[in-house]
């Protein structure tokens, strides 16, 4: 069963509409272009790519906060614009913002939401205490949520989200400044809630990593536009070279220089990039030529602090079809803007 179907979707917004602010030269600026794409039902599914891509935007579509331009989505089997009123029935969301009430206790939280829902007064009990448990929330159910960590506010809010059942659950930049250690235990409990709840859940992200770890499907944007859509196995195994990363120490140009000239006329290397002290190589193959890149390295005169190598990432997959990563691709949206 198919829980999203979007097509031919677009978004554009005027220099007279609210979002302004985004408009350059007075002309229209198109958020979403032309993009179409399902999501299963009980599936993962990322929306991947730097601020500015289109994501959220297109999740507004997707949540009835914002009537698309053009094409066409349906949500949990209604569509997006014609009924809407069925279609926020059966969706959670968790916007990037909190929207918590500070002033309110966790469980006060989650109560208030449920009423708004209209669940029973058995069923709100029995439902909160299970979302808590799931996010692993009982011990400070009754404590203030102005006293909550960022990563414990952002869990709080992913239960409420689903206290009411919903059918698809939609999370906008659902780790979005958080450590690493934090970031990781939200993706557990995202992963724990997808199991035991059977929801289908999409996502929006810039963090390669959560998207790789997280999700069944990804789809990568880039202005607007959907570029690459499949697994995040076989989006990575579209890039054939593994990745050799050489670091350096203190050495003279002309030997760095003459060992890039070395590695540019091996036939098994495919792409030469130097980023200050770090040599990033594209390799076929590398765990056959290792051993010769390093020689190669060392008799060139290079002083070599670190050599390792690693298979494609979802950052090579994007670096592969934008030519840069995800992140410079980012600060050259928020220059422009």
Not at 251 to 265: G, H
Request: charged letters at 30%; a negative charge; hydrophobic letters at 40%.
């Amino acid at each position: 069963m198919t829980a999203i179907d979007v097509r031919n979707l677009t978004k554009c917004f005027s220099p007279q509409s609210p979002f302004r602010r985004l408009i350059r030269r007075n002309r229209d600026i198109v958020a979403v272009d032309n993009i179409s794409f399902s999501v299963d039902d009980g599936e993962i599914f990322a929306l991947l790519g730097p601020n500015g891509a289109g994501k959220t935007t297109t999740l507004k579509i997707l949540t009835t906060l914002l009537k698309p331009t053009s094409g066409h989505a349906r949500v949990a089997g209604f569509d997006v614009v014609s009924e809407r009123d069925a279609v926020r029935k059966k969706i959670g969301i968790v916007f990037q913002e909190s929207s918590l009430d500070l002033r309110l206790t966790g469980r006060e939280n989650l109560d208030f939401h449920a009423r708004m829902y209209g669940l029973s007064s058995v069923e709100r009990k029995r439902r909160t205490e299970e979302v808590l448990k799931l996010v692993d929330m009982e011990e400070y159910a009754d404590v203030l949520v102005s006293k909550y960590s960022g990563g414990m506010r952002r869990r709080l809010e992913i239960a409420r989200g689903f206290i009411h059942h919903p059918e698809v659950l939609f999370l906008d930049e659902p780790t979005l400044g958080l450590d690493v250690h934090t970031r990781r235990r939200i993706w557990t409990f995202i992963k724990k809630l997808n199991e035991e709840e059977n929801i289908t859940i999409l996502l929006t992200t810039h963090y390669i990593e959560e998207a790789d770890f997280l999700c069944s499907r990804v789809a990568i944007m880039q202005n607007g536009k959907i570029i690459a859509i499949d697994e995040p196995e076989k989006l990575k195994n579209n890039v054939k070279e593994d990745i050799v990363m050489i670091i350096f120490g203190n050495s003279e140009d002309y030997i760095v220089e003459n060992t890039l000239k070395m590695f540019s006329e091996l036939n098994y290397v495919h792409d030469i990039i130097r980023e200050n002290n770090t040599i990033m190589l594209k390799v076929e193959h590398a765990d056959m030529h290792i051993a010769e890149i390093i020689e190669i390295a060392r008799i060139s005169g290079l002083e070599i602090n670190s050599v390792n190598f690693r298979k494609p990432s979802l950052e090579d997959v994007f670096i592969e079809l934008t030519g840069k990563p995800i992140l410079d691709t980012q600060l050259s949206c928020i220059r422009h803007q």
